[in-house]
């Protein structure tokens, strides 16, 4: 009995000198609303038996990834991204592959990683709260490569070369601040007049098909704005990307795209086609605009992806 006592003073004596898990939050000030969500997730960690959190700024300079870097040479349990979409994006470009999982404190207007996993976009703090109490889940990656570059870029959710892109790119932030999603109809219906652009798309390395398009959506997710589910079959754990691609012809080309993809029995017209695999390419004739995850990132010809399955970490309640 006296060394089973013994045994048990011991193992009190390494829990009570084990150090309490610590948090890093990557926060977008322009989406925080003030200090008073600091002092809030500061009182939760302690009422939750976490340490005092890493408190890391993003900035027009550095939009999240620097930020997650520092949290890594910290060694924090978790690295909370707190913002919209594109804060989102640039944390798991770091963590991704590290094993330290991310959290979502969704700040920001889309907030789709958010809403296709379940996690709270109205209450901040109950976010956290379901961070710091949840367990662990592996969701894929999608790996994007613009014009050849050497350097490669990761998205969650939805990656887009032409029209959803050029939405992205010509949304006003005066109007995202006040209407919120419908910020992105508007700037949709101004540019629905353009061209089509020769487009060539292969999937899995296989023979192209060749497209006159508006743009090529590819889904690592199956939401969008509005809770519109644009690929019926994506999952963001299963190593599959989606791929959409939109080609309306004629004035009414664009009521063949509405059908196929709001239409109650969603199907493919001559407007719209779907396409699944692990990797793609896409080659246009003339330049279109590209974006990940809403983030609009330039122009291009050519974008090459390629999905990492169970690359992220991610800390939340089932």
Not at 142 to 159: P, Y
Request: proline fraction near 4%.
């Amino acid at each position: 009995m006296p060394e089973n006592n013994s045994a048990l003073d011991s193992q009190t004596a390494l829990d009570s000198n084990a150090q309490p898990r610590r948090a890093a939050v990557v926060i977008n000030p322009a989406k925080s609303g003030g200090p008073a969500l600091q002092g809030a997730v500061l009182r939760l960690c302690e009422t939750q038996g976490w340490a005092e959190p890493l408190w890391l700024e993003t900035t027009v300079e550095d939009p999240g990834t620097g930020q997650a870097r520092q949290a890594l040479d910290a060694g924090v349990d978790v690295v909370i991204a707190a913002g919209g979409d594109g804060t989102v994006r640039c944390v798991a470009e770091v963590l991704a592959g590290t094993g330290t999982p991310i959290g979502l404190v969704p700040l920001g207007t889309g907030n789709l990683l958010a809403r296709n996993l379940g996690v709270d976009i109205n209450d901040p703090v109950s976010a956290c709260y379901d961070v710091l109490n949840g367990s662990e889940r592996a969701i894929d990656v999608v790996k994007a490569t613009l014009d050849h570059s050497d350097e490669e870029q990761v998205f969650l959710v939805m990656a887009g070369l032409g029209y959803d892109a050029a939405i992205m790119a010509d949304t006003v932030d005066v109007l995202k601040d006040r209407m919120g999603w419908l910020a992105y109809v508007e700037a949709g219906i101004r540019k629905l007049p353009g061209k089509p652009v020769k487009a060539r798309i292969s999937v899995d390395g296989g023979e192209p098909v060749r497209r006159r398009i508006r743009s090529v959506m590819i889904g690592n997710c199956g939401r969008i704005m509005g809770g519109v589910e644009i690929f019926p079959d994506a999952k963001v754990d299963d190593g599959v990307l989606d791929l959409l691609v939109l080609a309306p012809r004629g004035r009414l080309g664009w009521l063949g795209v509405v059908a196929g993809i709001f239409g109650r029995n969603k199907s493919e017209t001559e407007s719209v086609e779907y396409f699944q695999g692990t990797s793609a390419e896409i080659t246009l004739e003339h330049e279109q605009e590209f974006q990940l995850d809403g983030d609009h990132l330039g122009t291009g010809t050519h974008l090459a992806v390629a999905v990492e399955r169970d690359a992220l970490k991610i800390l939340m309640t089932s």
